[in-house]
């Protein structure tokens, strides 16, 4: 197996997982463990991660900070031959602010690396022992949010996003219930009855989960005090854990054959 090396003056950003320490990747992990200066995302990322820095290393919160001042660590770490590791909750490439970043190390001409993390949505499915994607019921995936501080271009708005149906996973929203159960309701699709999951802090020790419908899981959310971090998943497969699946899976059927396999019998 080749491993990780971080060469000096290099930024890796780094997926930290959804909080369970222990589902950062490996890669991560060796990442974070060769690392000379570490800025991470405090609000979500677990700091039981950081026990794995070095005792020298060099570690700073970027929460209360801006941009610039996140760019001017990375830049200072780089240029003086320092291992970077720019740790961010879930996956980077998700909601994560990543871009602006590498275009300023671009610009500056200071070489990096993605590692990828495991983001809530598969957090929260792992949680609730539930697979997104059924046969006959859902085979699509939609990762969205509702518009907050960040707008959202209105051809994605979610009454539009909800004509599609199949699994929808919305972070950033379960501050605003009501609006997002009437725009999934607007698109025509899912219905009063359509079942809804909201994990809060998915693989913590503090984790919560509640589940309901369309109709009832905005009072559901309120009564359990969930505001904050939490990943909301809509759709008809939910279901499946009462009601069973509807249709078996090709992938194992004795009567389909693959590459790998050839029909039974
Ligand atoms: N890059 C992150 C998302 C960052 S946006 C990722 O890939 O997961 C922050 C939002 O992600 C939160 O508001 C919440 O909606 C969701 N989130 C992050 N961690 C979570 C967790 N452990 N459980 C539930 N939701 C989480």
Not at 29 to 50: E, F, H, W
């Amino acid at each position: 197996m080749t491993k990780l090396t971080i060469l000096a003056g290099e930024v890796l950003f780094v997926g930290a997982g959804p909080g369970d320490p222990e589902l950062i990747t490996l890669k991560g992990l060796r990442a974070l463990q060769q690392a000379d200066l570490v800025v991470y995302a405090g609000s979500l990322v677990n700091p039981a991660l950081l026990e794995e820095c070095r005792q020298d290393c060099e570690i700073h919160d970027s929460a209360p900070l801006n941009l610039d001042q996140v760019l001017k660590l990375l830049f200072a770490g780089a240029k003086d031959g320092q291992r970077v590791v720019r740790l961010h909750t879930g996956d980077p490439a998700l909601y994560g602010a990543i871009q602006e970043q590498m275009e300023a190390l671009d610009a500056a001409d200071i070489p990096y690396r993605l590692i990828p993390g495991v983001t809530a949505t598969f957090a929260a499915a792992a949680s609730l022992k539930q697979e997104l994607t059924l046969p006959g019921v859902s085979q699509t995936l939609v990762l969205t949010r509702l518009a907050g501080r960040t707008a959202v271009p209105d051809s994605e708005a979610l009454g539009n996003i909800a004509r599609i149906g199949g699994t929808v996973c919305l972070y950033l929203s379960v501050g605003m219930m009501d609006k997002l159960v009437a725009e999934l309701l607007a698109g025509g699709v899912f219905t009063p009855q359509t079942p809804v999951a909201v994990v809060y802090r998915a693989s913590w020790p503090d984790e919560k989960m509640v589940e309901g419908t369309l109709a009832d899981i905005a009072a559901t959310v309120a009564e359990a005090g969930i505001t904050r971090q939490a990943l909301i998943l809509v759709g008809e497969v939910l279901k499946a854990r009462q009601q069973g699946v509807p249709e078996k899976s090709k992938l194992y059927d004795p009567g389909f054959e693959h590459g790998y396999r050839s029909k039974d019998g």
